[in-house]
């Protein structure tokens, strides 16, 4: 299970001192791109391009290819680094590349010693070790990813779970978790720095505590930066595993205004066989019966899921239960996967579907989360909420529904606003307060 791929298109940045840096697929991607660029920064690094890669989908993979090759004809001057997931898994495939300068794996990104001008330009072409014997979780703070509105803390990383179509686990190891001390430190600095959200994630963010003494849960973690950092507005959980939701971690939901009623959750699909192919760990009846759970003691919360279109052995009917599945979580945002075969995986060994059937079905899936995003968005026009802004003219309320504020405000601003419509994508709304 990962953090939720927000987009598969690359996310570049570009320094005054020539560093560049393209990310790929998910939350805790992007924030690892942040620890390399304050550990290049310090270690000298300059006129360098880093491509910190994906491997959730072929596709993924394919993209970062190109873009290697792209990078290299814009700035064939640069070093070239690529990491990430797909480089952990396959270096071999990113250093026959004529392109390329280095690869670097998960584990040495996150280490000052990686980006020291010397060690780039003098180190081994591939430096990847074996992720199943890394025992560390980077404890780097970054500054935030959106500037002072949202930061995000990684918590948790790796994953002991084996589903039949992820590749994950190979590119991140076995799962680690920070210290509860150290994760409230990283979220005390960042309020005393300005950031009015903080966002927790991981690659299996609910099985955090399992590898630390006591074998603590996720709910006492939120519990103890909630109760320890009474200023921090807002508290948000990245993507999380529906069945391992604590006790705590509901009551927290419940009861906690400032953690905010928004869950992505891991459904992956609505067919109980699919499902056990898949070898998840719940069944579609768990997952109605959770969502039904909570919005019964938190009205106000939202919910989005991943859910992956035409996996292996999937009917007609089975994918109706997927689609089904929309309307009976009163999902409000998807991310939808057409399933792609991943080399190793128990999923690339059974029977495929034809390609046009999975590119299909993933079209019909987009189109019934539209519709589900428009339903959301309908049935909060009249509501007074407060949001986030993120940037100039857009927000976020605390339940992830975008806005766009007619009313100018500060990025990082807390603003109470009415929404007054919808376009099918992103609330309008009005200013009803002073922003704080």
């Given at each position: 299970m990962t953090a939720p791929v927000e987009n598969l298109a690359a996310a570049a940045d570009e320094a005054d001192d020539g560093l560049e840096i393209v990310t790929f697929g998910c939350r805790l991607n992007a924030w690892e791109s942040e620890v390399m660029r304050d550990h290049a920064r310090a270690g000298g690094l300059e006129n360098a391009v880093i491509v910190n890669t994906c491997a959730v989908t072929n596709e993924a993979v394919r993209q970062a290819r190109q873009t290697i090759r792209r990078m290299r004809r814009d700035k064939p001057d640069a070093q070239l680094i690529v990491t990430g997931c797909a480089a952990q898994i396959d270096p071999d495939q990113f250093a026959t590349m004529a392109e390329v300068d280095r690869v670097i794996g998960n584990a040495e990104k996150l280490r000052p010693e990686t980006f020291r001008a010397e060690a780039v330009t003098g180190g081994e072409k591939v430096a990847v070790e074996d992720i199943m014997k890394v025992r560390e979780v980077a404890d780097h703070l970054v500054d935030g990813l959106d500037g002072k509105a949202r930061a995000y803390v990684q918590v948790q990383t790796g994953c002991d779970h084996r589903c039949t179509f992820c590749i994950i686990p190979y590119g991140r190891g076995n799962a680690r978790s920070a210290p509860a001390g150290d994760v409230v430190d990283q979220v005390r600095r960042l309020v005393e720095t300005g950031h009015s959200e903080v966002v927790l994630t991981g690659v299996d963010l609910t099985s955090w505590g399992q590898d630390l003494p006591g074998e603590p849960k996720l709910g006492r973690l939120v519990r103890a930066i909630l109760k320890?950092?009474?200023d921090l507005p807002r508290l948000r959980l990245s993507s999380i595993d529906a069945i391992e939701i604590d006790d705590d971690l509901f009551a927290a939901i419940a009861e906690e205004e400032r953690l905010c009623p928004h869950l992505h959750l891991s459904l992956q699909a609505g067919d109980d066989m699919i499902l056990k192919r898949m070898k998840r760990r719940h069944l579609r009846a768990d997952a109605i019966a959770l969502t039904e759970r909570l919005r019964k003691v938190r009205p106000d919360i939202a919910f989005g899921a991943d859910l992956i279109a035409g996996f292996p052995t999937e009917t007609e009917a089975m994918f109706e239960n997927t689609l089904r599945l929309v309307d009976e979580c009163d999902l409000a945002w998807l991310h939808v996967f057409p399933y792609s075969p991943r080399p190793g995986t128990p999923a690339a060994r059974m029977p495929q579907l034809d390609g046009a059937a999975i590119k299909d079905r993933?079209?019909?899936?987009?189109?019934?989360?539209?519709?589900?995003?428009?339903?959301?968005?309908?049935?909060?026009?009249?509501?007074?909420?407060?949001?986030?802004?993120?940037?100039?003219?857009?927000?976020?309320?605390?339940?992830?529904?975008?806005?766009?504020?007619?009313?100018?405000?500060?990025?990082?601003?807390?603003?109470?606003?009415?929404?007054?419509?919808h376009d099918g994508q992103v609330l309008t709304a009005e200013a009803i307060g002073a922003a704080r």
């Open positions: 320890q950092v009474p993933a079209r019909r899936l987009r189109e019934k989360g539209d519709a589900a995003r428009a339903r959301h968005l309908d049935g909060r026009v009249g509501a007074e909420m407060e949001f986030l802004v993120e940037k100039p003219g857009f927000a976020r309320a605390a339940d992830f529904t975008p806005a766009r504020l007619a009313t100018p405000a500060r990025p990082g601003a807390l603003v109470r606003a009415r929404a007054t419509g």
